[in-house]
């Protein structure tokens, strides 16, 4: 009876969550920064709750959306305790350069 509109193929939301997954693993291998590395890992994350909500949408369940609610919550205790840990680091080395971390192993 009711027929769910979508507008948007869901071929688009594949595209544009893979692109932003590569954008992150690109920027967490490549980069030296441990707060662009932190932000590179909530991309990762983003993209897979978007193509979570998009599949939910898609096929008219709300589990998709529920598990994406979950992750929310999980990354942003990661990210909390990731910048607890980085204020940590960086009181000791003065840098947010990951290179620097070898020396946290004394």
Not at 1 to 29: A, D, K
């Amino acid at each position: 009876m009711l027929e769910i509109v979508r507008t948007v193929p869901i071929e688009y939301y594949l595209l544009y969550s893979s692109i932003l997954f590569c954008i992150g693993v690109f920027g967490v291998l490549t980069r030296r920064n441990a707060i662009i590395v932190l932000m590179c890992i909530e991309l990762m994350l983003n993209a897979v709750n978007l193509l979570l909500a998009a599949f939910s949408t898609y096929m008219g369940d709300a589990q998709g959306q529920i598990m994406v609610f979950f992750i929310m919550v999980v990354a942003a205790a990661e990210a909390a305790v990731g910048l607890g840990i980085l204020v940590m680091i960086y009181r000791n080395t003065k840098s947010t350069d990951i290179s620097f971390l070898d020396k946290l192993r004394n």
